[in-house]
């Protein structure tokens, strides 16, 4: 720590509670991801958007980088303080404002989890349903546009968030959207904060959709032969028009993993896990239906459920995939790949990641939210391990290029972050000149999470950007 | 036409084909509404996106104003050439690109017309469900993030378009987005083009969900005692989780103008009109619990009907609302109100500007997508008569007023364009500054649209947003 930094540390002790020790730095240095950890210098724990739009002056006038972190759970670097700087823990800001069960709305502090909106509006009969797996916050969500499981049914977090509030680097509080259901008022700027990475501003609170909890729900896991055959079989459901709740694919490598760190004992071939909601009698339905499309593409079992106990059982093999994988090697971290596609284009793309996966020594697996065309390869590795990690990285870049080629993204949830600002720039190289007019418009000192969605200290002259 | 002029014409003569007779002129001078006519010095008629992009590489040079126009089908002035120029008309890009029936999407040109895309897909089982009433173009429709009956199910128009191909001012040619369902990459330029009014760029080129045509349908039409009991009726079906295709209102006095406009006959008390759609027996078993329901909310009547004719039959009075209400004054226009609110304040709002419209000399009625708390107040009147344009004027003041002070919005569908600049300062003024900062980013010659979504002449100095 540097005079100059004592000097800042200081200031901000007027301002806001201030934890410069060892362990609370440690704590913040990293996100759940293979990606080398940095320290804060501080961590600040605002309890009000007042205190953190006075950090935000504050450290917009010393030019000094603040990190927003949620619960950490990102995993493409997101919250790795890589230039230092003040990391803003959101923990704090943990009320739940209001619950409308009439409006099918909820008011949250960014702080707050996922899990624990769930808690308080269940007992109402609603659920919030965008499911990333992690009990990250709703802020954090909202910043990288978070999706997961149910992203098929409900859409992810910018079919979700109705309002926001945010601070921008220079203090000032914003409200974008309203707590009507649509409106058509003036540019989108909640959508452009939504999926910013925190690189923008700072969003303190959200007015959320929610949704009735379904009367009825179903889970069917199936097994098929080949992971073309499953994908193929997903495709067919969505093209016919099967409202499926969730779509979840498991390869059979995560399935072996899933079976030797869980003794779950299933058939060691790929999967789906199929989930239908709504009222009884559709479910029942759809049920019927379902099974006949998946018989016709191949699949050698058909296992249903609608107990919510022995949902919650059938689900395990996908909620457990990732540490099931991570079980796999000691001391080892996951680099998580997350690529998505047109659906038709499902079944080559995950063969080819496939065939590249086995091609190399890496250990790992496939799963994905296929309904999507959205998969993931998990690679397990050493961090330490230079050799693995440069196969992995090398594995990502192909699966990305290959995703770029039909048309797909290179990130379907999990968003940029530090890893993957080369792949968005092959991505929309025409786009770039834009992203930095609006990095220099709300944040023209580059103070908020440098680093992370476009690269770090890119002179940009205003102006330019349309004659670029 | 001044010598300058004639300098400007004939340069864009050899870019694009171009129309400066009277009557082309005349039929790009006004939309559908009550706002007043002015012509642009010119018509154009791109036939690509290369000559869209020579068109305002050209009038960026020279600083003239470019005015994008579809079907001249919007509400707010949109299409009209407040400063004259050039008006961009997209009709000869009409080109289906592609249809793609296992991804459920279709790639238009943005001069293809809602029916138009209807028609092509349909006899693949397939529709596009985003249904503003008239036979907008798509590219209009993502202009002003157009939503309509089926939104409460399906989601507007940024639901709906994966990617897009734009021109910016400069002449760049961009494209956001990819054809993948879903992806976190980047910021969410899409999302500010849509909606942006023609402000920012022109869309050329967009790709867009299809969903499969359902199975079963079914409308039940449903007259209540008052309005308050429909619009509460209606809340509580959402509260329910019934899931509505549509939910629309029409007071009693849309009622009687479609009687005598139709001879429909129907019971002179407001109507809820609604649809379902899924599996039949999905439909059947929701049917039930929506009679029930609306019977325990006092509706006095519940006539359903589920084949094809006959709905359309039953739809008739929705869609005949407007020209019955404008049959009702010679020479009449409609202005049309559109606010939304959350579902909860629906009754009251409702209510209020119910009592506002009797309060006037005004005639006219009140329509709504009540399932998303959005109402139209539409009055009819002759544009040339003073007194009752400002009485109407002062009405819609009024209904905004009433729907920002529930969290509302001044627009749920039909956007701002020059009609409620200044309904949107109210709305979002701490948003100003950015909006401004994104028009200069995007449009820093202000050429596009100029006088729509933001005011005219605004001087903006950019980097001062963040301290503003």
Same mark, same amino acid.
């Not at 308080?120 to 919030?128: E, K, N, S, T, Y």
């Not at 949704?211 to 997903?234: G, L, N, Q, S, W």
């Not at 190289?429 to 992370?452: C, H, T």
């Not at 969605?453 to 002179?459: K, N, P, Q």
């Given at each position: 720590?540097?005079?100059?930094?004592?000097? &800042?540390?200081?200031?901000?002790?007027?301002?806001? %509670?201030?934890?410069?020790?060892?362990?609370?730095?440690?704590?913040?240095?990293?996100?759940?991801?293979?990606?080398?950890?940095?320290?804060?210098?501080?961590?600040?724990?605002?309890?009000?958007? /007042?205190?953190?739009?006075?950090?935000?002056?504050?450290?917009?006038?010393?030019?000094?980088?603040?990190?927003?972190?949620?619960?950490?759970?990102?995993?493409?670097?997101?919250?790795?303080?890589?230039?230092?700087?003040?990391?803003?823990?959101? /923990?704090?800001?943990?009320?739940?404002?209001?619950?409308?069960?009439?409006?099918?709305?909820?008011?949250?502090?960014?702080?707050?989890?996922? *899990?624990?909106?769930?808690?308080?509006?269940?007992?109402?009969?609603? &659920?919030?349903?965008?499911?990333?797996?992690?009990?990250?916050?709703?802020?954090?969500?909202a910043?990288?546009n978070?999706?997961?499981?149910?992203?098929?049914?409900?859409?992810?977090m910018r079919s979700?968030v109705l309002e926001l509030?945010a601070?921008?680097?220079?203090?000032?509080?914003i409200r974008a959207g309203t707590?009507?259901?649509k409106t058509s008022a003036g540019y989108h700027i909640g959508g452009l904060l939504l999926g910013s990475?925190?690189?923008l501003?700072?969003?303190?609170?959200?007015? *959320?959709?929610?949704?009735?909890?379904?009367?009825?729900?179903?889970?069917?896991?199936?097994?098929?032969?080949?992971?073309?055959?499953?994908?193929?079989?997903?495709?067919?459901?969505?093209?016919?028009?099967?409202?499926?709740?969730?779509?979840?694919?498991?390869?059979?490598?995560?399935?072996?993993?899933?079976?030797?760190?869980?003794?779950? !004992?299933?058939?060691?071939?790929?999967?789906?896990?199929?989930?239908?909601?709504?009222?009884?009698?559709?479910?029942?339905?759809?049920?019927?239906?379902?099974?006949?499309?998946?018989?016709?593409?191949?699949?050698?079992?058909?296992?249903?459920?609608?107990?919510?106990?022995?949902?919650?059982?059938? &689900?395990?093999?996908?909620?457990?995939?990732?540490?099931?994988?991570?079980?796999?090697?000691?001391?080892?971290?996951?680099?998580?790949? %997350?690529?998505?596609?047109?659906?038709?284009? *499902?079944?080559?793309?995950?063969?080819?990641?496939?065939?590249?996966?086995?091609?190399?020594?890496?250990?790992?697996?496939?799963?994905?939210?296929?309904?999507?065309?959205?998969?993931?390869?998990?690679?397990?590795?050493?961090?330490?391990?230079?050799?693995?990690?440069?196969?992995?990285?090398?594995?990502?870049?192909?699966?990305?290029?290959?995703?770029?080629?039909?048309? !797909?993204?290179?990130?379907?949830?999990?968003?940029?972050?530090?890893?993957?600002?080369?792949?968005?720039?092959?991505?929309?190289?025409?786009?770039?000149?834009l992203?930095?007019?609006i990095?220099?418009?709300f944040?023209?000192?580059?103070?908020?999470?440098?680093?992370?969605?476009?690269?770090?200290?890119?002179?940009?002259?205003?102006?330019?950007?349309?004659?670029?």
């Amino acid at each position: 720590v540097t005079d100059t930094d004592v000097t &800042w540390v200081t200031d901000l002790r007027n301002l806001v %509670d201030v934890n410069d020790g060892e362990s609370a730095r440690d704590q913040h240095a990293a996100d759940l991801s293979f990606h080398p950890p940095v320290r804060p210098q501080v961590v600040v724990y605002p309890e009000s958007t /007042s205190e953190v739009a006075a950090v935000l002056a504050y450290a917009d006038r010393a030019r000094i980088p603040v990190i927003p972190f949620g619960a950490g759970t990102s995993l493409e670097g997101h919250v790795i303080p890589i230039s230092g700087g003040i990391t803003l823990d959101m /923990s704090r800001l943990n009320q739940i404002v209001a619950i409308r069960p009439q409006d099918l709305t909820a008011t949250v502090q960014a702080g707050v989890t996922r *899990l624990q909106l769930e808690s308080a509006v269940g007992p109402q009969g609603l &659920w919030f349903p965008v499911d990333p797996g992690a009990d990250a916050t709703l802020g954090g969500m909202a910043a990288t546009n978070a999706s997961g499981t149910t992203t098929i049914r409900y859409g992810g977090m910018r079919s979700h968030v109705l309002e926001l509030e945010a601070v921008l680097p220079s203090g000032r509080i914003i409200r974008a959207g309203t707590h009507a259901i649509k409106t058509s008022a003036g540019y989108h700027i909640g959508g452009l904060l939504l999926g910013s990475e925190g690189t923008l501003g700072v969003m303190t609170e959200l007015t *959320l959709r929610l949704h009735p909890i379904p009367d009825h729900v179903a889970v069917a896991r199936v097994p098929f032969p080949t992971i073309e055959a499953a994908c193929f079989a997903a495709g067919t459901l969505i093209a016919a028009g099967i409202q499926l709740t969730r779509c979840e694919l498991l390869d059979a490598a995560t399935i072996e993993a899933v079976n030797s760190h869980t003794n779950a !004992g299933l058939s060691r071939t790929p999967h789906l896990v199929l989930e239908l909601s709504g009222t009884e009698a559709a479910v029942v339905s759809e049920l019927d239906v379902v099974r006949e499309f998946v018989r016709d593409d191949g699949a050698t079992g058909f296992e249903t459920v609608s107990d919510p106990r022995a949902r919650t059982q059938m &689900w395990a093999s996908r909620h457990d995939a990732l540490m099931a994988l991570l079980a796999l090697t000691p001391r080892s971290k996951a680099m998580t790949m %997350d690529v998505a596609v047109p659906i038709s284009e *499902l079944p080559a793309a995950i063969e080819r990641a496939h065939c590249a996966l086995d091609a190399t020594e890496l250990r790992g697996g496939i799963i994905g939210h296929v309904g999507d065309g959205n998969f993931h390869v998990i690679v397990v590795l050493d961090p330490a391990d230079a050799t693995s990690l440069a196969h992995a990285k090398s594995l990502n870049d192909r699966i990305v290029e290959d995703a770029l080629a039909r048309r !797909g993204t290179c990130t379907g949830e999990h968003g940029i972050g530090s890893g993957k600002l080369q792949y968005l720039e092959r991505e929309h190289p025409d786009l770039l000149p834009l992203y930095r007019g609006i990095k220099q418009l709300f944040d023209p000192n580059e103070i908020m999470n440098p680093g992370k969605v476009i690269r770090l200290g890119d002179a940009y002259a205003p102006g330019n950007v349309a004659s670029a």
